[in-house]
């Protein structure tokens, strides 16, 4: 695990293989451990680098008032240090969030959007209801010990078909989540809209979806597809919502085939 500071966060990520930057956004509760079949399936086509996002892992926590674009711009110093080359750029759920954040704030800085199991924004994609919903769960959970919510999250995560020792391995690493940096977090983004963003976007883009996924589902994803010009849309049947971990040989297939064709 390495760590670089940037705008004085100490930032942990973990860096695999050789190749095109391939750099890799968690979800929301997890960190850089969460693609581990992505840092051992795809480096030997990509340098690999999945970071632990402020608040997670052996990432610092960022101040009570953080802000989204602060994120963003978190995210793009971080590439300016591990990344010099242009990256391509992978998201999966919130992550997809994030490289939203970066693109609107620093479009020239990505190669290509891979966006995995993604939302507009819960706000840009969900009813507000939902938003307020979700938003409200997540406050109170920051409360409570992990092993009281994280058995209601892991079914709307996978599927009952699923391998147990995947599924383990996911609770075991949401269970390490930071309270204050989940705060801090959801603060930041937990109501973001990126629904203007989305038109805008000039890069070849990858949505990558499990055709089970009942957090962001097929409907969420049809729409994103048709609000980003030329973007493909693929749908991995039998999977749930963290399709990278689930089925990480299907995932990492339509990754290595998509990026493929973009060319370095």
Same mark, same amino acid.
């Given at each position: 695990?390495?760590?670089? @500071? ?11 293989? *050789? ?15 969460? %693609?581990? #079949? *992505?840092? @051992? =399936? ?20 960022? #101040? ?7 994120? =963003? ?5 971080? &590439?300016? @240090? ?9 998201? &999966? ?13 620093? #479009? ?28 409200? *769960? ?5 409360? *409570? ?7 209601? %999250? ?9 391998? !147990? ?19 801090? &977090? ?29 957090? !962001?589902? &097929? ?9 980003? #010009? ?35």
């Amino acid at each position: 695990m390495d760590t670089v @500071e940037i705008s004085g966060l100490r930032i942990g990520y973990q860096r695999a293989g *050789q190749g095109p930057p391939l750099v890799l956004l968690h979800g929301a509760y997890e960190d850089s451990r969460v %693609w581990r #079949p *992505q840092l @051992e =399936g795809l480096s030997n086509d990509f340098t690999v680098i999945a970071w632990d996002a402020p608040g997670c892992g052996r990432s610092d926590d960022p #101040p009570p008032d953080f802000s989204g674009p602060e994120l =963003g711009d978190v995210l793009a110093g971080f &590439l300016r @240090e591990v990344a010099p080359r242009k990256p391509h750029i992978v998201g &999966l759920s919130w992550g997809s969030g994030v490289a939203l954040e970066l693109y609107r704030g620093h #479009p020239h800085m990505v190669a290509s959007l891979v966006l995995a199991s993604a939302y507009a924004g819960w706000a840009g994609s969900l009813p507000p209801e939902e938003v307020e919903r979700r938003y409200a *769960q997540i406050l109170a959970e920051l409360d *409570q010990p992990p092993e009281r919510f994280i058995p209601v %999250w892991l079914p709307t995560l996978f599927t009952p078909r699923a391998d !147990s020792a995947t599924v383990e391995e996911v609770s075991a690493i949401m269970a390490d989540f930071h309270p204050a940096g989940m705060r801090a &977090l959801l603060s930041a983004n937990g109501r973001a809209d990126y629904r203007d963003v989305l038109p805008g976007i000039s890069v070849p883009t990858l949505l990558l979806y499990g055709a089970e996924d009942v957090r !962001s589902p &097929l409907t969420v994803a049809r729409e994103m597809h048709r609000q980003i #010009p030329d973007s493909q849309l693929v749908v991995i049947p039998d999977v749930g919502h963290l399709v990278a971990a689930e089925t990480p040989e299907a995932f990492n297939a339509e990754v290595r085939r998509f990026v493929h064709s973009i060319g370095d």
